[in-house]
């Protein structure tokens, strides 16, 4: 238990860290690639996601997608990698090699698609390398370049206001 609580403020100091240091680098460059971070205990049209890639004219293989769960077991669904709070050593860092290599890829487009406030979710939205940060509306507006404020659940309006956005800041490819 002390460890836990250890580990939830080594993160909340990290996670200060970065969001403190954190330069914004806008660039006009088109969306190529898309990263996209969901709690798993709150999204459960996941098919629905999968198919931004199509919406943004981006390759299927150029989309990964990662899932947290606040479960201690290893989930099993079609998203790329699913993490958890065991995936965090007691001084907050990362301890699941595929997860610090989401973190460690340059995305044209992170989408961080969760609305609760959870500590290690914000952690890799922060800590990501991407170019570009979007996500639904979340407390903490230091985290991404673009907050679009809708249902979690209503995926489509979401979509449909994120395709409508990039085109206006000229970022999706034709």
Same mark, same amino acid.
């Given at each position: 238990?002390?460890?836990?609580?250890?580990?939830?403020? &080594?993160?909340? $100091?990290?996670? =200060?860290?970065?969001?403190? +240091?954190?330069?914004?680098?806008?660039?006009?460059?088109?969306?190529? =690639?898309?990263?996209?971070?969901? &709690?798993?205990? /709150?999204?459960?049209?996941?098919?629905?996601?999968?198919?931004l &890639?199509t919406?943004?004219?981006?390759?299927?293989?150029?989309?990964?997608?990662?899932?947290? *769960?606040?479960?201690?077991? /290893?989930?099993?669904?079609?998203?790329?990698?699913?993490?958890?709070? +065991?995936?965090? *050593?007691? +001084?907050?860092?990362v301890? #699941?090699?595929?997860?610090?290599?989401?973190?460690?890829?340059?995305?044209d487009?992170?989408?961080?698609?969760?609305?609760?406030?959870?500590?290690?979710?914000?952690?890799?939205?922060?800590? &990501? $390398?991407?170019?570009?940060?979007? =996500?639904?509306?979340?407390?903490?507006?230091?985290?991404?370049?673009?907050?679009? +404020?809708?249902?979690?659940? #209503?995926? /489509?309006?979401? $979509?449909? /206001?994120?395709?409508?956005?990039?085109?206006?800041?000229?970022?999706?490819?034709?």
């Amino acid at each position: 238990m002390i460890l836990k609580g250890f580990k939830e403020k &080594s993160i909340k $100091k990290q996670l =200060s860290s970065i969001l403190k +240091n954190r330069q914004l680098k806008f660039s006009d460059k088109k969306i190529e =690639s898309v990263g996209i971070i969901l &709690s798993a205990d /709150e999204v459960n049209d996941f098919e629905s996601l999968k198919t931004l &890639s199509t919406r943004l004219n981006v390759l299927p293989n150029k989309l990964k997608i990662i899932a947290y *769960t606040s479960s201690k077991k /290893e989930m099993t669904y079609s998203w790329d990698v699913c993490f958890n709070p +065991n995936d965090f *050593t007691w +001084n907050g860092r990362v301890k #699941n090699a595929e997860l610090q290599t989401f973190i460690n890829t340059e995305f044209d487009l992170l989408i961080s698609y969760y609305s609760t406030d959870v500590t290690t979710l914000k952690y890799i939205t922060a800590a &990501s $390398k991407s170019v570009f940060k979007t =996500s639904i509306f979340q407390k903490d507006k230091r985290l991404n370049d673009l907050i679009i +404020n809708t249902d979690l659940q #209503n995926v /489509e309006a979401f $979509k449909n /206001e994120l395709y409508k956005y990039l085109t206006v800041l000229n970022k999706i490819k034709e």
